[in-house]
């Protein structure tokens, strides 16, 4: 039987993409996404065999909901080799308006919380079976907080450590977890910034090049390379001047009240 991977977040940007390659190297896919139609629609597109693939109408800020996805892709198409906790949000933010706090709170409960309850069901399953990859995917945010950003690189930045401790008490047991750090990837995400975005890579190319991370041995990934010495290079800069370089940057949208 083909191995198997389950992707939140599949029915656009990243996600989608990460689905398209995965499936043309010969994967069933689960698919999980609040909008199932956008994913068969693509899938069928594509030419993906309807045997190959299936898809989980889920909210990842569902908890309940996405035990019950859980359950049912175990019981359906069987213990996934990979799970990619891809879905996520990004807004600005300025907690000098409370309203903002609301804002916060959604963006830290689809990013973190949103990682853990897709992680979930499978931990067990996979421990039990004695092999499986768990891969969240973070952000070059989360190195370092950037000025109207700090709810979304406070997200990353958790997703980051969240792997590093699975990562640590999933040792020997035959579960492996890799964290995967995109930089500026052309999404519906990143397609309003108002700030220039440097290494800006198509999404298709970023999962490529995923694939190519889950399919290796390595437990942390900045994609791409070129970005990876940019966040080496501002996470050794003094807080100072740091502040100094980042203060005037412009800023994130902020969800219209």
């Not at 029915?11 to 068969?40: P, Q, Y």
């Not at 958790?158 to 047991?173: F, H, N, Q, T, Y």
Request: charged share 20%; aromatic share 6%; net charge positive.
């Amino acid at each position: 039987m083909q191995p198997l991977v389950l992707i939140t977040g599949a029915s656009s940007g990243i996600g989608l993409s990460l689905a398209e390659v995965f499936a043309g190297k010969g994967w069933r896919l689960a698919l999980v996404a609040r909008r199932s139609s956008e994913i068969r629609q693509h899938m069928s597109a594509l030419g993906v065999a309807l045997e190959q693939f299936r898809v989980f109408q889920a909210d990842v800020c569902d908890h309940a909901a996405m035990q019950a996805m859980g359950r049912e892709c175990l019981s359906q198409m069987g213990v996934p080799d990979v799970v990619i906790a891809n879905a996520g949000i990004s807004l600005g933010v300025d907690l000098s308006d409370p309203e903002d706090l609301s804002v916060m709170a959604r963006i830290l409960d689809t990013n973190v919380m949103g990682v853990a309850a897709t992680f979930a069901p499978f931990i067990e399953p996979m421990r039990a079976r004695g092999h499986g990859k768990l891969v969240g995917i973070s952000s070059v945010a989360g190195i370092r907080g950037l000025p109207g950003h700090g709810a979304y690189c406070a997200s990353k930045a958790a997703v980051i450590s969240l792997c590093e401790s699975l990562r640590a008490e999933l040792r020997g047991s035959g579960v492996r977890v890799q964290t995967i750090c995109p930089g500026y990837i052309a999404t519906p995400l990143t397609q309003n910034n108002r700030y220039k975005m440097p290494f800006l890579m198509p999404s298709q190319d970023f999962a490529a090049r995923a694939y190519e991370v889950v399919m290796s041995a390595s437990s942390y990934r900045v994609i791409p390379w070129q970005m990876s010495v940019v966040a080496k290079l501002l996470r050794a800069l003094p807080n100072g001047w740091f502040d100094a370089i980042f203060a005037k940057r412009a800023r994130k949208a902020r969800l219209k009240h």
